[in-house]
């Protein structure tokens, strides 16, 4: 290698690094959130009282749904609200590709659900799960069937694992109110 071809190398490389990386460095990560915890519940239960409610799953219950759901259940302790008529405001938390999707969702007393919302998304692409009526092919279903998509519910191209894990995340809670908390 000549002289002054090494030179130009390393002054595009201390260029490059001195732009941050240009091309060398891949993104950091991507998120956004688009409500808080409030503001969900506001939006699935309006005018409606909710009070935290501590659930903690024991290892036998957590079986249970898994069985019963075909999701596997990561954590022993929910994030739980209830209303004074059975209602249930629950914090959720699912994968997307790659990264976790918060996520909200309402069951009524009955155990159908009745709103989701998404709280902070962090991957890059695949955000119109956030769509309303993508969101709205699950209201009113309940652990009576579990859902599949491309079957019950419609897929979405270019965010099939975020609609496949939003839709798993809400067969698993749905067996949760069945097996859980309908008896609180």
């Known amino acids: 290698m000549s002289k002054g071809t090494d030179h130009q190398r390393r002054r595009f490389v201390g260029q490059m690094l001195a732009l941050g990386g240009g091309l060398l460095v891949a993104p950091t990560g991507w998120s956004r959130t688009y409500l808080s915890v409030e503001q969900a519940q506001a939006l699935i239960w309006p005018g409606v009282a909710l009070t935290p409610q501590t659930v903690k799953l024991s290892r036998e219950q957590r079986k249970a749904i898994q069985?019963?759901?075909?999701?596997?259940?990561?954590q022993s302790e929910m994030q739980a609200w209830r209303g004074a008529e059975g209602q249930w405001f629950i914090v959720d938390?699912?994968?997307g590709k790659h990264e976790n999707i918060d996520l909200a969702v309402g069951l009524d007393r009955d155990g159908g659900v009745s709103g989701i919302e998404i709280l902070v998304y962090r991957e890059t692409y695949g955000h119109e799960i956030r769509n309303d009526r993508w969101r709205a092919q699950f209201h009113g279903r309940n652990h009576q069937e579990n859902l599949r998509l491309d079957q019950q519910i419609r897929n979405i191209s270019g965010a099939t694992l975020s609609c496949r894990h939003v839709t798993d995340g809400i067969n698993r809670l749905t067996h949760t109110w069945n097996l859980v908390l309908r008896t609180l």
């Open 67 to 74: 069985k019963a759901s075909g999701v596997r259940v990561r």
């Open 93 to 95: 938390h699912v994968i």
